[in-house]
């Protein structure tokens, strides 16, 4: 049985954590049905919230305890002003957060039906993130420092990416959403993947991910998930909730996982705390709204 030994938040022997990745803003609606093609539906429940794949995994390590650095592009717009606002406002260092002129900011439109949602993204000023971003906030990292990825913005910047931080020393996490197999040659680089199953499929399987990284976490939906060595695998379920909404459950779990590893705990229970963390934001609506406080999970692992 797992089992945590956290008197807070914070300790002083804390490594850093660096996000690389996007930074959008979600329009948000509520549906009864998904329309048919030509159809015109009344749905409820609309509101603008603060996302992107990076954002999300970022304000999560920071609001479950990381001290957090945060790399991406945005545009010259209100949208974009208004996201590194709110980074700002949870303790993340934006220094690294690109404003991109004439570019607007990532959009997300999010339809949720019965709990689940579908996404689709305009990527914006997330395809102008280079190499230089990277560098520029890499100059900030240490050994030992924890680095979380994902696959929102060019992929050949996302791999380079990975390859530094891996070449720095940092311990290298990628989450691979939405998957692109053209991240495979990369995964070398990579000390922990974590997909769900539907993209560790599209990625080659479980067997030719680890052929990549020693350890995957699968997240599992609604039954958990489940870490996968060479040497086997364990599965761990999931808290049981009213599911709300599941927007950026993943992206909570990864950021709990990260702001865990900083603090020097054991893959497997940093997991736990970050699938505890994901359970309660399913329970709420909204990505960045629903991200839960450290002390909220430390409430539920009690």
């Known amino acids: 049985m797992l089992?945590?030994?956290v008197s807070g938040p914070r300790n002083n022997n804390m490594k850093n954590v660096f996000v690389v990745g996007s930074i959008n803003t979600d329009l948000v609606i509520s549906t009864p049905y998904m329309p048919k093609a030509g159809?015109?539906?009344?749905?409820?429940g609309f509101f603008t919230a603060h996302g992107g794949k990076g954002a999300n995994q970022a304000v999560a390590a920071a609001r479950l305890g990381g001290t957090v650095f945060m790399c991406g592009c945005v545009g010259d717009d209100d949208f974009g002003t208004s996201a590194v606002r709110s980074l700002e406002e949870e303790g993340i260092d934006v220094s690294s957060v690109r404003v991109v002129p004439g570019i607007p900011t990532g959009i997300a439109v999010i339809v949720i039906e019965n709990g689940d949602n579908r996404i689709i993204l305009d990527k914006g000023a997330n395809a102008c993130l280079t190499t230089e971003d990277i560098d520029r906030m890499l100059e900030k990292a240490e050994k030992g420092d924890v680095y979380l990825t994902q696959l929102e913005n060019p992929i050949e910047v996302i791999g380079y990416g990975l390859k530094k931080a891996k070449e720095k020393g940092l311990f290298v996490v990628l989450n691979p959403a939405p998957a692109n197999a053209e991240i495979l040659p990369y995964l070398q680089y990579c000390d922990l993947i974590t997909p769900n199953?539907?993209?560790?499929?599209?990625?080659?399987?479980?067997?030719?991910?680890?052929?990549?990284?020693d350890t995957l976490l699968v997240t599992l939906g609604g039954k958990g998930f489940k870490i996968v060595t060479r040497d086997g695998e364990e599965t761990y379920p999931c808290m049981k909730v009213p599911v709300v909404d599941t927007t950026a459950a993943g992206d909570t779990l990864c950021g709990g996982l990260v702001a865990r590893l900083s603090a020097g705990d054991l893959i497997e229970t940093a997991s736990v705390f970050g699938s505890r963390a994901a359970s309660i934001a399913c329970t709420r609506k909204?990505?960045?709204p629903s991200i839960p406080s450290f002390n909220e999970v430390m409430s539920c692992m009690r």
């Open 39 to 44: 159809e015109t539906l009344t749905g409820s």
């Open 197 to 213: 199953e539907t993209e560790a499929d599209l990625l080659g399987g479980e067997e030719h991910l680890l052929s990549f990284s």
């Open 3 to 5: 089992t945590f030994s």
């Open 286 to 288: 909204g990505a960045q």
